[in-house]
């Protein structure tokens, strides 16, 4: 890997690859999704649901694609419902993959964040 000289001559290295992030056929059930960038191409209906902590949510259940045509679910909880839109592309950052019905769906949990753009 080559280096090079930046601003005010400090030493740089070129990205890793291994951070470029994930694509849809990366995503494996029980396993942390570092960063995906899918644009949202359905969103279904939202419904209440019961928490183990006791509580209730709000969840969505979403489909992506990314930028090679993969597919990916994706579970939008509580405030992210009404922030992501049907077309909006959203980077997953920190976030997690689980099967749930049989099928493996992304979210960005609790530690996790979702960054949307128009």
């Known amino acids: ?11 740089f290295k070129p990205p890793s690859p291994f951070h470029a992030g994930m694509k849809a056929k990366d995503v494996r059930a029980n396993a942390k999704v570092d960063s995906l960038e899918i644009t949202i191409s ?18 969505c259940d979403a489909k992506g694609k990314d930028s090679e045509g993969g597919v990916v679910a994706l579970s939008l909880w509580n405030d992210e419902i009404d922030r992501v839109s049907v077309g909006d592309k959203v980077k997953i950052t920190d976030g997690w993959a689980r099967e749930f019905r049989g099928e493996v769906q992304v979210s960005a949990g ?3 964040k979702i960054e949307i753009s128009r």
């Open 42 to 59: 359905e969103k279904g209906e939202t419904r209440n649901v019961n928490t183990k902590f006791g509580g209730t949510s709000r969840v």
């Open 110 to 112: 609790r530690q996790g």
């Open 1 to 11: 890997m080559e280096t090079g000289r930046g601003f005010r001559g400090q030493t």
